[in-house]
């Protein structure tokens, strides 16, 4: 990078510190550092939602997993304002007429202590983990631009935003992401039209979509069914409903959002508006990915978008690496051609132009499996190799396409997006950790002096966790995936539990607990032997909870019954 771009997102960063530690001063109590006194209007809630949601991993990960994939993972969003109705009418009301804390601490009055332990260490555990790899997703950035070691990166980037967010709590939170969001949107906006204007010269964004759209890279919507299908309507209606009821109702990242709303009506709307842009949102960076394979279908691509790792197999395997650079230069030159083609032979409604598709997409092929060749080698050369390059796709185009000042921008936006979610993370984790766990179980009566010390360290050791899990993130691949696929082995059940508590009014205690558990290992069964994909656990982990809980009050009454 330029000492422009160096300038550019040091400030920035710095800015959004400083900010956060200002904003956040003077916390004498935790309803202010873990609720932020409850008095956010609607659009700081429904900014905090979406900053909490949508993570460095969002714009890092979901233009690559477009780029190889199309844009049928948007359908994974399908079921959210569904979702949104559904927790508006019937989680928050109960979450404010409570005045919690936690969502979890609903659960022990609801059932008993146990149930609300178990329920958060469930997502603790989740939690943590994800929080971990939304470390990782911009450390990726600093290692690739500085060349510098990717544990010394993931100190650095867990370690920064702990500053604003031990310090200030929920109110530097939520004010913090107020600004990270509206920057983030505004810069991403930008980056989307300077994409289209570096096509080569004739090239318009019509051009670019028909380009992509014969690639199969705005599959936005896929109607067959199957269940091991990751992303088609049906995944995402059904399993994509009830992962955002358990995300958005009984994630406590999300819950602490906002229960920090002045009241019921606030926290509805940020919640239903959320419901309403996120679908657009994400679309929009899905589409930058597919203009991102148009781009690169006019203009070489490089043969392999992590660059560091093809370096090391250029090293170890010299002649490998030569005999795939030669292969990918005719297949990149052939590949070029054919695009170029198929946009002459476009506008002027040739006859050939069916025929020069079908070749096109025939060398795409090629292209695709030299890549995963190149990929396949690199991967058994470098242990410590990630899987794919999926994540530094977009990341190339930035570094070698964008403007002096705009590419110091483009990285402080990924660490921007990346704070909002990590330190809305941070906070929730403290707060379930010290109210579910710690306080639960002491039995010492504390001031609020001592209870906000701690809460920041809770809030500290949370951090320090999350960085080493970091430290292990290299092997999970598509990082927007992996977090998903994650959050689904332990939302369902936690959602189960949930739904049973507000509609199974006769199911106690003990039921739920047992059922929960059974419940979790059901889930992480089917996920080891591959029986679904992984949207559909959410349902699975949901329905049998209920299931579970369902026949055990059967078989209560009939043991009762027949004694």
């Not at 028909?210 to 067959?224: E, F, H, M, R």
């Not at 070029?336 to 476009?346: A, D, P, R, V």
């Not at 997409?361 to 050369?381: F, W, Y």
């Not at 010390?453 to 050791?461: N, W």
Request: glycine share 8%; aromatic share 14%; charged share 15%.
């Amino acid at each position: 990078m330029s000492n422009i771009d160096w300038c550019v997102l040091i400030f920035t960063l710095l800015a959004v510190v400083v900010y956060g530690v200002f904003i956040g001063r003077g916390q004498k109590s935790n309803e202010s550092y873990l609720k932020a006194d409850s008095k956010m209007p609607w659009y700081i809630v429904l900014l905090g939602i979406m900053a909490t949601q949508a993570s460095a991993i969002t714009f890092l990960s979901a233009p690559g997993q477009a780029y190889t994939d199309g844009m049928r993972f948007v359908q994974y969003y399908f079921g959210l304002p569904l979702a949104m109705i559904v927790i508006c009418v019937t989680f928050i009301p109960i979450f404010q007429r409570l005045n919690v804390y936690t969502a979890y601490e609903y659960l022990e009055n609801r059932f008993d202590k146990k149930t609300r332990v178990l329920t958060s260490l469930l997502f603790l555990f989740s939690r943590g983990l994800s929080t971990g790899i939304s470390i990782y997703a911009p450390s990726i950035i600093l290692s690739s631009v500085l060349n510098w070691n990717i544990y010394l990166t993931n100190v650095l980037t867990g370690g920064i935003l702990l500053i604003y967010t031990y310090v200030g709590g929920a109110k530097a939170i939520a004010h913090t992401q107020k600004l990270q969001f509206l920057i983030i949107l505004g810069t991403m906006a930008f980056a989307g039209y300077l994409l289209v204007q570096n096509m080569p010269n004739g090239i318009g964004f019509s051009d670019a979509l028909y380009l992509a759209g014969k690639s199969g890279k705005l599959n936005v919507i896929t109607t067959d069914f199957n269940w091991k299908d990751k992303y088609n309507i049906w995944s995402g209606l059904i399993g994509g409903f009830f992962l955002a009821l358990s995300y958005f109702g009984t994630d406590q990242s999300q819950v602490g959002r906002y229960i920090t709303a002045k009241d019921n009506t606030n926290a509805k709307m940020g919640l239903l508006l959320n419901g309403l842009v996120k679908i657009p949102m994400q679309f929009a960076i899905l589409l930058i990915g597919a203009l991102l394979f148009a781009f690169f279908s006019l203009k070489p691509a490089p043969i392999y978008f992590n660059e560091r790792s093809y370096q090391y197999l250029k090293e170890t395997q010299p002649k490998q690496a030569a005999i795939f650079e030669k292969e990918h230069q005719a297949l990149a030159a052939k590949f070029n051609q054919e695009s170029k083609i198929i946009l002459l032979q476009k506008e002027s409604q040739s006859p050939e132009l069916n025929a020069s598709v079908a070749k096109f997409k025939s060398t795409q092929i090629e292209v695709k499996d030299l890549h995963g060749r190149v990929e396949e080698a690199i991967n058994q050369s470098n242990f410590n190799a990630e899987k794919t390059d999926t994540n530094y796709i977009f990341l190339y185009f930035v570094k070698n396409t964008l403007p002096v000042g705009m590419i110091g921008l483009l990285f402080a936006v990924i660490f921007l997006a990346s704070w909002g979610s990590i330190s809305a993370a941070l906070n929730s984790l403290a707060a379930c950790s010290l109210k579910d766990i710690h306080l639960l179980f002491s039995n010492k009566k504390i001031d609020d002096t001592t209870e906000l010390k701690y809460s920041r360290l809770h809030t500290l050791g949370w951090g320090i966790f999350s960085i080493a899990v970091a430290m292990f993130a290299t092997q999970m691949g598509s990082l927007i995936e992996a977090v998903n696929v994650l959050g689904s082995l332990f939302y369902g059940p936690i959602l189960g539990i949930f739904l049973v508590a507000f509609y199974f009014k006769k199911i106690d205690g003990p039921l739920v607990f047992i059922s929960a558990i059974l419940s979790e290992i059901a889930v992480i069964a089917v996920y080891k032997f591959d029986v679904v994909s992984f949207l559909w656990l959410n349902v699975i982990g949901a329905a049998t909870v209920i299931i579970f809980s369902t026949l055990g009050l059967w078989f209560y009454r009939l043991k009762n019954l027949f004694s």
